[in-house]
């Protein structure tokens, strides 16, 4: 079945550190990949999205490439907030079929020190 | 502001007793989902449904029951054969249950057991 393997934290960074969270995934025929982040006590937003092979997604200074040739969606950023301090999902939408879930990594906690 | 609004957000179950998380979306979505979330898990989907009337099990439907009898509300039940309740509850909408739409959410609903 599909699966996501996103990197285990913790993960603690001073400000104006650069972030990389990688993350891989399982799937049959081309996924659609996504970025949550969710904020203490709330709910989860969708922070950027791709949909093809090669596709980048980039959102207030985050990016990830689609990369089909290493099953990989990893997040960077290249300068962290302290308002940057959540904890991040990568999931996957399976192509076809009648089930339109999310399949989820179990999230990276990101903590950000001034 | 449209958006997802679940309700209430922290409830207390007693042994036996069934209970009724309520999500209301005035997006004019389709497609509904609920998710349930446990510490280092992810989400995990339980019910979705992509048209009034009509639903889905998810992963773990067992202990759960759903109703679709309006577009808006999606409310979620939380059975007396549910043993192990304690979690966090996410409710999301996307435009149609297609895997490039993306899943908005709410801010959730922390079921506890007394």
């Known amino acids: 079945g599909d699966s996501v393997t996103q990197m285990e934290g913790p993960v603690t960074l001073s400000e104006e550190a650069f972030l990389t969270i990688n993350c891989t995934y399982t799937?049959?025929?081309?996924?659609?990949l996504f970025w949550y982040v969710q904020y203490p006590g709330e709910g989860l937003q969708l922070l950027l999205k791709?949909?093809?092979?090669?596709d980048k997604g980039s959102n207030k200074g985050f990016e990830a490439t689609y990369r089909k040739e290493t099953t990989s969606f990893h997040l960077e950023k290249g300068s962290v907030q302290v308002s940057d301090s959540a904890v991040y999902f990568c999931?996957?939408?399976?192509?076809?079929?009648?089930?339109?879930?999310?399949?989820f990594g179990k999230g990276t906690l990101l903590t950000v020190n001034p | 502001d449209g958006g997802i609004t679940q309700s209430p957000k922290y409830l207390f179950r007693k042994e036996g007793q069934n209970v009724t998380l309520s999500c209301e979306q005035n997006?004019?979505?389709?497609?509904m989902y609920w998710y349930r979330q446990d510490p280092g898990q992810g989400l995990r989907l339980i019910y979705y449904?992509?048209?009034?009337?009509?639903?889905q099990k998810g992963d773990i439907a067992e202990g759960y029951s759903v109703s679709r009898e309006k577009k808006e509300s999606f409310p979620l039940t939380v059975t007396s054969a549910q043993k192990n309740p304690t979690a966090f509850y996410l409710c999301?909408?996307?435009?149609?249950?297609?895997?490039?739409?993306?899943?908005?959410f709410g801010d959730g609903t922390r079921l506890s057991i007394l």
């Open positions: 791709a949909t093809k092979a090669d």
């Open positions: 449904s992509q048209i009034v009337n009509d639903f």
């Open positions: 997006l004019n979505h389709d497609a």
């Open positions: 999301a909408s996307s435009i149609i249950a297609r895997d490039n739409q993306p899943q908005h």
């Open positions: 999931a996957l939408s399976a192509s076809g079929g009648s089930n339109y879930k999310l399949t």
């Open positions: 799937a049959t025929g081309y996924p659609s």
